[in-house]
């Protein structure tokens, strides 16, 4: 998938080995819970007694949701769970931003990103960034060279969890993001949540049905990354995505002029 | 859960749920109702689910279209000025709402097929999981799934049914006896 390939490979360039728990399983996600909350914390806490090494790290937002569920009820019991932590997280608190900058060798000159937050992370955990008007994402934009253009929709709900049971309703929420995205003259869409990812990128042509205007590519925040640490298209899995990538490519030739 | 009881039991139930006490203390502000993403197009609205529940009048919130459009983005919970988990509200109404059958199709079977799919091996295999859920719903609805599912194996994206070792035999034993 784009969004593990290209956190493997820039993690790697980072120095940080991410191991995945053999036999991990699904968090449940919003269905898990909907159908029984004893269930979906039952995921939560069977997965956090697989973590190795005391801490466990999530690239989705979701996950992140139900594993921090998971952690605050075993921590309340003084069970001392492993630290859950989103990936972005990791990137930017624990390796930081200067190192990330360091390892830039293709600046995103002349890209305009506009940092989808999504609905989740901050507000399950508002001491990483504010819930309300979050900054940390576009400060990796001007970290990989890159423009973060501002983005009021940027922690609209992008409707993944009811997309099965009232998908018109969720890719109508996935559209109101994807137009005002392209309304900022924004070349991409940067996710740090792979259903976020999925519902701007794999429902977009029924999203932006009927409308006018080009295609927005939705990108994973390490795809980006992987791209302007020079660590190649094919490290940054940019054939994965759905809507074509290739703008992106074009924008930053562009810039490079 | 025999649904005639509902207002009658409703407290016990409700009480599992956190503080009931807390939901009593709603101003009926209706912060919630504005910050939500989906309150627009449903029956009642946060504010409206949160009023009902406080008065004890359960069950015309498990029936409402509200809780199943409910997304979990959380707006709701972060902005109350009471600090109700509005959010975690709508968690409790919707496994009561299935508990006592009074959930529409659909809403019933995207959870429980979903659980039942990820509880064989630990993890979700999607192709056979919509395949359960369209025919449980409408099984003609695989044919507009198709453009998605062409656009997945087109990048790589679908692939054979992968199993975890864990041990899930507790959580299935509780799938098994309704959750």
């Given amino acids: ?257 | 859960m025999d649904s005639s009881q509902l207002n009658a039991d409703w407290e016990e139930e409700i009480l599992g749920f956190k503080d009931v006490a807390l939901l009593r203390t709603c101003i009926q502000c209706g912060t919630c109702s504005g910050s939500c993403s989906v309150a627009p197009i449903a029956d009642y609205t946060p504010r409206m689910i949160v009023n009902l529940v406080a008065r004890g009048d359960i069950k015309p919130a498990l029936s409402s279209s509200m809780i199943f459009l409910c997304t979990n983005c959380l707006a709701c919970s972060t902005r109350c000025p009471r600090g109700i988990p509005v959010a975690d509200l709508m968690v409790k109404l919707r496994n009561m709402s299935i508990a006592a059958d009074l959930a529409d199709v659909e809403d019933r079977a995207a959870a429980e097929e979903f659980v039942r799919n990820l509880l064989k091996r630990g993890r979700l295999y999607e192709p056979e999981f919509m395949i359960r859920y369209a025919m449980r719903t409408s099984p003609l609805s695989l044919l507009s799934m198709r453009d998605a599912a062409l656009s997945l194996f087109k990048h790589g994206k679908l692939g054979l049914p992968v199993k975890s070792n864990a041990d899930l035999r507790d959580l299935k034993k509780k799938f098994k006896e309704g959750g």
Avoid at chain 1, 173 to 195: D, E, F, N, S
Avoid at chain 1, 203 to 223: C, H, I, M, R, S
């Fill in chain 1, 1 to 257: 998938m784009e969004y593990g390939d290209s956190a493997t490979a820039v993690c790697k360039a980072l120095g940080v080995s991410l191991e995945e728990m053999p036999d991990w399983v699904c968090c449940g996600a919003t269905p898990a819970a909907s159908y029984s909350y004893d269930i979906s914390l039952g995921l939560g806490i069977k997965n956090l007694g697989m973590v190795k090494g005391g801490s466990v790290v999530t690239p989705c937002s979701a996950c992140f949701k139900n594993l921090k569920g998971a952690e605050a009820h075993l921590a309340k019991q003084k069970a001392r769970p492993p630290r859950v932590q989103h990936l972005f997280q990791l990137v930017y608190d624990d390796i930081g931003l200067a190192a990330v900058r360091e390892k830039v060798k293709a600046p995103l000159k002349g890209l305009k990103v506009a940092s989808y937050y999504g609905c989740l992370l901050t507000r399950v955990d508002p001491t990483f960034d504010s819930a309300e008007d979050p900054k940390k994402l576009d400060e990796l934009t001007r970290a990989l060279g890159g423009e973060a253009v501002k983005f009021a929709a940027k922690m609209k709900c992008c409707g993944g969890p009811i997309t099965l049971a009232k998908h018109a309703r969720a890719v109508e929420m996935g559209g109101t993001i994807l137009k005002a995205a392209r309304a900022t003259g924004a070349h991409a869409v940067m996710t740090l949540c792979p259903m976020c990812g999925t519902m701007l990128d794999l429902y977009q042509k029924e999203a932006l049905a009927g409308g006018n205007g080009d295609p927005v590519p939705v990108v994973y925040f390490t795809q980006l990354m992987a791209l302007a640490f020079g660590l190649g298209a094919e490290a940054a899995a940019l054939d994965m995505n759905v809507v074509s990538t290739r703008p992106i490519l074009a924008a930053l030739a562009g810039g490079r002029k």
